[in-house]
């Protein structure tokens, strides 16, 4: 659960380096920089179960520079609640298809799974860091912590799965 707080210190982070995401020069470099943070965040998390540090990150990085830059623009850049959920959506996606390329080998097929489930979880972060008050017409490039919160629990099942593989591969192994 302590990944969580990947996603507003990459926010703040991009935020600050970046400013706000209204064009793509912003959606692309803060993109970017949350995705590391974000990547880096997670893999220090995930322990001994971790998939490889820096293929996670790149994966992480490249897909969220995607994801936000595609997603904003799609909604022209807009923050209300419908906007928000679907550049969650679109960002979840992508950075979803990029980290499933480092998790199929461990996860076989069911890899292919992460890209909706994260898809669904960056959707109700935004939803609900609106709903809550949010300053989101900031044009953030990802939610703060009460957003990270749903989604970081939504996600659970993730380092659950690879420490499920972990497992059983040192238990081949013996």
Request: glycine fraction near 14%; avoid cysteine.
């Amino acid at each position: 659960m302590v990944s969580f707080a990947g996603y507003p210190l990459g926010g703040y982070a991009a935020f600050l380096l970046t400013g706000r995401v209204d064009g793509p020069g912003p959606a692309l470099s803060g993109g970017l920089l949350t995705g590391a943070v974000l990547g880096a965040v997670q893999v220090w998390a995930m322990w001994e179960a971790r998939p490889r540090p820096l293929s996670w990150i790149l994966a992480t990085a490249v897909g969220m520079m995607a994801g936000v830059a595609i997603g904003a623009a799609l909604v022209d850049y807009r923050t209300d609640l419908g906007s928000l959920a679907v550049q969650g959506a679109v960002t979840g996606a992508l950075v979803g298809m990029a980290q499933s390329v480092v998790l199929a080998p461990r996860l076989g097929a069911m890899a292919l799974a992460w890209p909706p489930v994260l898809s669904g979880s960056l959707a109700l972060g935004w939803a609900v860091t609106t709903a809550a008050g949010i300053d989101v017409d900031q044009q953030f490039t990802i939610f703060g912590s009460s957003g990270a919160l749903v989604a970081t629990l939504l996600t659970a099942v993730l380092p659950l799965a690879l420490n499920r593989h972990h497992a059983r591969g040192d238990a081949a192994a013996s």
